[in-house]
């Protein structure tokens, strides 16, 4: 609950990705129908969202993130029943508390977008395939599959538990669809537009995003993400899983698939969003608690990313910059001025508001990130974050236009104002300019 209210009223401070879910969910409710004419994820998020939204008379952010926070509980039941279907009490609790305390489930669980979903639908799916319950272990990985795409990868330790039952996995994977397609039924009417717009963010992942141009190599990349959720404890996961490839039981290959089918597909990444993890912290977790004897040690060195974790909810404890400058910007900047933003900033109302796009891999310059473009257009303001221009300037050398285009900002425009992180404010430096 520590920082539920973060970035409120804005949506897109916490996580831009609310920014795409949680109007659309209100939509459905309020006008829209059922159909979201979205496909970049599917819908399922937005079908669970829809029904508390629809007593607002606007669109609720925070009740949005009440939704998600009950999801992340789920998602530790879900992990210490995992745990407990595997190999046993002992490692229910170790994996229940692994999940409660991974700093990388910790930060998404306040946050109103599809990837604690996906952790809660691995969760549970896992432990109905080692628990031998095979058709319900197809509708629960059609259901994850429903909240975001790489639930799909479900399907490799569904076909291992069903080994030699062919006809239980028939069944298995024809609930897997069935429960899909229920959950995002709009697929099937915008087939073309759903194939499209879902690989066409597999591909951007692929191709990467800003602040990864000099990132490590996936491997290593992912790693880190793995570390800094789980700290030491991932040690004692990764020997569980060597142990789960010698052994080799049938739970023991469940888990392991799952682990190592994701990883790989990971692996082809250039996007290393922690985010991207969060499908492995159950079974990682459950692979954990596998060693009795080691419990005591598990659990106490659990307290290390606890410590991690309140240590980056404090930041959440603070105000954000942007909405700093955001209710400077209404005080100082007469209604009606024409003004150019950076992503990631405040959205301020009673303006004319020009969005600045974001510079990636994958797509050509913005030509609006250029001062006498704008100046000939009529802007008169420029709202620029260090959100973007420091990821912009550690990768220079991809981006030489966005890096001029600071300059000339800092050069020709005249700076209103400047605000940074620091006296019980958080996030990233945001300036004023008026051209």
Known sequence: MVGVRYGLPFGNLLNPDEQSIVPRAWKLVHGGGGDPHWFDYPTLLMYVNAPFQAWQSELSFLTARIV?????????????????????????????????????????????????????????????????????????????????????????????AAWGAWRRLAAGVGLMIACFLASSPFVLVHRRQALHDAFRVQRRARQGWLGFEHDHAAPIAFVDRLWHGFG????????????????????????????????????????????????????????????????????????VPLTWTIRDDKRLTRTDTRIVAAHWIEQHVPAGTHLATDPSTALVGRYRVLPLQLPAPWQPPDPNRDVKRLQRDGVRVVVATGAVADRVRAAADRYPREVRFYDDLRRRGRLLYRIDAGAGRAGPWVAVYRL
């Open 68 to 160: 998600a926070i009950v999801l992340a509980v789920a998602s530790v039941a879900a992990t210490w029943w995992l745990g407990r279907r595997a190999y046993g009490p002992h490692a229910g609790a170790v994996a229940a508390a692994a999940a409660a305390v991974c700093t990388v489930h910790v930060a998404y669980s306040r946050e109103a977008v599809t990837d604690i979903p996906l952790a809660l639908g691995v969760a549970a799916s896992l432990a109905l395939m080692v628990s031998g319950r095979i058709e319900l272990a197809g509708a629960a990985a059609g259901l994850a599959t429903g909240f975001k795409y790489p639930g799909v990868f479900l399907v490799v330790p569904l076909v291992v």
């Open 232 to 303: 030491p404890v991932l040690i004692i996961a990764a020997v569980g899983l060597v142990f789960a490839l010698v052994r080799r039981s049938r739970t023991d290959l469940v888990l392991a698939s799952f682990v190592l089918v994701y990883f790989v597909d990971l692996l082809t990444l250039r996007a290393h969003f922690d985010r991207y993890v969060l499908p492995l912290v159950p079974p990682l977790a459950a692979l954990a608690g596998r060693f009795r004897a080691l419990m005591p040690v598990t659990l106490l060195l659990l307290v």
